[in-house]
């Protein structure tokens, strides 16, 4: 498939998508999310790939929904054709995705960060969601997985007043995994992609499906659901592999991956 709005590549078993709109600081229109989709889910149906990056320019991740595209809209139409429903689709995504942000990410291009499994920000990045400085509030999860990785201190902080916050602060509060200098962003994320490739992709599926429901549901339930996967794991030869590698003192090699 063409894409317009973005640029996909693979590096490996890694599947690379850079968000491409550098005249609207990558602002998330509805043919850049179609575009998006459908590569993460070309890569997740690619066997050759065993974990994704998502990435920007140096100055924006994203700047947001696309406010241009967004500013005519009535009601009825949001409603009754779901408008953002589409973005659910990036939660969906079964193999990990990492977020490697530089520059803005705000409104719903902080919202996006958000919906991959962890973040590595360049020293640049500024998170926010600043919806509320143009009359509405985040649509896309900006108030409930900010609240639920930040703490509501925070998410309030931000969704209420729309300021920014560094990638120090957003490391220090736990919306971002790593800090690094803008100039290894890219290769320190796709060196983390890569180990997360090399590794049983049933089990690295399976551990991203299980961390995903500590914000789905109940700890009890939560930990009976990682045990009842955990027992599941010795069914596979990966795991046979991967404790007698242990033993023989050698590196494993996962079939399955
Ligand atoms: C459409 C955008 C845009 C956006 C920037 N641009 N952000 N276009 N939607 N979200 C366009 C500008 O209009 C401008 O186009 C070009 O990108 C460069 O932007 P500048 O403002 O000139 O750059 P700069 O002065 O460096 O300021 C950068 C900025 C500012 C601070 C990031 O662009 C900004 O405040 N952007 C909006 C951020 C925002 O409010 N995001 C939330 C959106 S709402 P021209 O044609 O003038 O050169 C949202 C809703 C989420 O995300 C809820 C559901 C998804």
Same mark, same amino acid.
């Given at each position: *498939?063409?894409? %317009?709005?973005?640029?996909?590549?693979?590096?490996?078993?890694?599947?690379?998508?850079?968000?491409?709109?550098? =005249?609207?600081?990558?602002?998330?229109?509805?043919?850049?999310?179609? %575009?998006?989709?459908?590569?993460?889910?070309?890569?997740?149906?690619?066997?050759?790939?065993? !974990?994704?990056?998502?990435t920007g320019s140096e100055k924006a991740f994203a700047a947001g929904a696309d406010i241009k595209?967004?500013?005519?809209?009535?009601?009825?139409?949001a409603y009754t054709k779901d408008f953002l429903g589409d973005w659910e689709k990036v939660t969906?995504?079964?193999?990990?995705?990492?977020?490697?942000?530089?520059?803005?990410?705000?409104?719903?291009?902080?919202?996006?960060?958000?919906?991959? $499994?962890?973040?590595?920000?360049?020293? @640049?990045?500024?998170? &926010?969601?600043?919806?509320?400085?143009?009359?509405?509030?985040?649509?896309?999860? &900006? @108030?409930?997985?900010?609240?639920?990785?930040?703490?509501?201190?925070?998410? *309030?902080?931000?969704?209420? @007043?729309?300021?920014? *916050? $560094?990638? %120090?602060?957003?490391?220090?509060?736990?919306?971002? !995994?790593?800090?690094?200098?803008?100039? $290894?962003?890219?290769?320190?994320?796709?060196?983390?992609?890569?180990?997360?490739?090399?590794?049983?992709?049933?089990?690295?599926?399976? @551990?991203?499906?299980?961390?995903?429901?500590?914000?789905?549901?109940?700890?009890?339930?939560?930990?009976?659901? %990682?045990?009842?996967?955990?027992?599941?794991?010795?069914?596979?030869?990966? =795991?046979?592999?991967? *404790?007698?590698a242990f033993t023989g003192k050698r590196t494993p090699y996962f079939k399955n991956r």
């Amino acid at each position: *498939m063409a894409y %317009e709005n973005i640029i996909v590549e693979t590096r490996g078993p890694v599947g690379l998508i850079k968000l491409n709109r550098p =005249q609207a600081l990558n602002a998330l229109n509805s043919a850049l999310l179609g %575009e998006l989709n459908a590569a993460l889910a070309a890569f997740d149906a690619d066997g050759r790939i065993g !974990a994704m990056v998502i990435t920007g320019s140096e100055k924006a991740f994203a700047a947001g929904a696309d406010i241009k595209e967004m500013q005519s809209l009535e009601f009825v139409d949001a409603y009754t054709k779901d408008f953002l429903g589409d973005w659910e689709k990036v939660t969906r995504i079964r193999k990990p995705i990492i977020a490697a942000v530089a520059g803005y990410a705000l409104g719903g291009g902080c919202e996006l960060a958000m919906m991959c $499994d962890f973040i590595i920000a360049a020293k @640049t990045a500024k998170f &926010g969601q600043p919806e509320i400085t143009l009359g509405v509030m985040p649509g896309m999860g &900006g @108030t409930q997985r900010l609240a639920r990785f930040v703490g509501k201190a925070k998410a *309030m902080d931000l969704c209420l @007043t729309g300021r920014m *916050m $560094d990638a %120090e602060e957003a490391e220090r509060c736990g919306l971002v !995994a790593r800090v690094v200098p803008g100039q $290894d962003l890219l290769e320190e994320a796709i060196q983390a992609a890569e180990k997360i490739a090399s590794f049983s992709q049933p089990v690295v599926m399976m @551990t991203k499906e299980t961390v995903n429901r500590a914000y789905e549901t109940t700890l009890a339930e939560g930990l009976r659901f %990682e045990r009842r996967l955990f027992h599941s794991m010795f069914a596979l030869e990966d =795991q046979k592999e991967g *404790m007698a590698a242990f033993t023989g003192k050698r590196t494993p090699y996962f079939k399955n991956r």
